[in-house]
């Protein structure tokens, strides 16, 4: 996925007089030009650390959905100091040393693996049909597909390195996807209700919510103090 998937919701938090950008991150999306084989977890940290340093970004509210949540955790990691509250939206939480593959249910990693192929020579992972989306209106469904891009597999095989626990001390909003629920995620909602401190906030809506619900996203996003 890219910036793109969060339009809906970003206009909704613009129209709440609130300042809200979507970010593409490098190799995917928007910038699936600039895949190459050095583009994974860090790189994509990165390449958010640089621009939140480059505009002198603070304050920042900075918000993660799914794969991205992962990105979020990182640059929370290393530059906690610019931001104010992390979300993560039906994502997992990272752990040192740890892969996204290393992580999540085994028969999903083998089913994943099965599928990998190749862009040049970039190993990825193909993008989902449009029935595995996990989105009910079949028009969205069909136009959310038109504009999917292969992901790194490095992305999903490389250790995660963390220096600080999850949010590395910062306020924490949970947003749980319940309706349906997503198989990946299994344990995460759990995790995240029981952990002291993370606001946990369940939605009746599936996984893609960025996109079949952003009405109920922004409505949760404007409530984070």
């Known amino acids: ?93 990272a752990r040192d040393g740890q892969s996204i593959f290393g992580r999540i249910p085994e028969h999903i990693v083998a089913k994943r693996r099965k599928l990998v192929t190749h862009v040049g020579d970039v190993p990825v992972l193909p993008f989902a049909p449009p029935g595995s989306l996990i989105i009910d209106d079949p028009d969205l469904a069909i136009w959310t597909h038109r504009q999917l891009t292969p992901h790194p597999l490095r992305c999903y095989t490389d250790p995660i390195a963390l220096a600080h626990p999850p949010g590395n001390g910062l306020p924490m909003t949970y947003v749980a996807c319940t309706s349906p629920r997503y198989p990946v995620s299994a344990g995460n909602h759990e995790r995240a209700a029981s952990m002291p401190g993370v606001r946990f906030r369940p939605i009746a809506a599936g996984h893609n919510c960025i996109l079949s619900a952003p009405d109920l996203v922004a409505r949760e996003l404007l409530e984070i103090p």
């Open 1 to 93: 996925m890219g910036a793109w998937t969060w339009q809906f919701v970003v206009q909704r938090l613009r129209a709440a007089g609130r300042t809200a950008e979507a970010w593409a991150l490098p190799g995917v999306g928007e910038r699936a030009g600039e895949l190459s084989t050095a583009i994974g977890n860090e790189a994509m940290r990165d390449d958010v650390v640089d621009r939140l340093e480059r505009e002198d970004l603070r304050e920042v509210i900075l918000v993660g959905h799914s794969f991205g949540s992962l990105i979020t955790q990182l640059v929370a990691d290393r530059v906690a100091e610019r931001l104010a509250h992390l979300v993560i939206l039906d994502g997992g939480f």
